[in-house]
């Protein structure tokens, strides 16, 4: 991939993306998109709908935080730079249809399927794939799965697999220190020509965070769970994350 030069103004042009959090947009060079966070909110496949006050804001700054400190730890990312409040440059990849779980501690749908309490902390860090699919629910599969689907190759999900793992011990240790349990978590990845870049966001609607003192939640379940202080909880990540 050419290298993104510092001075050139990447110009917003076609709208190609609209999803629930983010429009995508292109730019004038083919190798770059720009992304705009809105401060819509959804869960439970849609069923549930809201707005968050700055939610856009926040998720594009604290996702930009923590992309730059993976990228600083070698981890490949499709981050560029920050462009303003809600939007960011990124490399333009093909989206792999394979969503990422991560989990330290049990947490909400598995919490459900195995009838382990929240809270609970797991023996090994745990590795989930999904297909990504509206229609479908994003439905659990396995590698198997995965290949036998072409969603990916066999060392494509290796390599997949074994960056979760590796973004999870950056992010978790960062997080230790701004007193935040990372208790899980969803990544996405995309390939640009050869290359597997890890994608979308990380920010509180992708992950869980608790405060590590008093486990309050400070993520999207305040939302999805009517709890409160949706705003403030996305504030208190920022403030965290960015001190
Ligand atoms: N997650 C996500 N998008 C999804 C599903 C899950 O960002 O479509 C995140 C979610 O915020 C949580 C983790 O992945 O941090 C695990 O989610 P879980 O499978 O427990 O599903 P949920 O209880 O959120 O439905």
Partial sequence: ?????????????????????????????????IIEYKDDATAFDGKKRGTIKDKGILNNKISAIF????????????????????????????????????RNIVAGSLSKRLGLAEGTELSTTVLEFCYKSDELGDPMINQYHALAMNLASKDQIAEIEQTALRVNEILREFLMTRNIVLVDFKLEFGTHKDKILLAD????????????????????????????????????????VSS
């Avoid at 400190?69 to 394979?98: S, W």
């Fill in 201 to 240: 966001e990380i920010s509180p609607d992708t992950c869980r965070f608790w405060d590590s003192s008093t486990k309050e939640k400070l993520d999207k379940d305040r939302f999805r769970r009517d709890l409160g202080n949706v705003e403030e909880a996305y504030w208190e990540i920022y403030k965290r």
């Fill in 1 to 33: 991939m050419k290298n993104h030069r510092k001075g050139e103004r990447m110009e917003k042009r076609q709208m190609i993306y609209e999803g629930k959090a983010k429009k995508v947009y292109q730019t004038q060079d083919p190798d770059y998109l």
């Fill in 67 to 102: 992309f730059e400190l993976l990228e600083r730890n070698g981890v490949q990312t499709h981050f560029v730079k920050l462009l303003n409040d809600r939007e960011m440059l990124v490399k333009a990849v093909k989206i792999i249809p394979i969503e990422v779980i991560v």
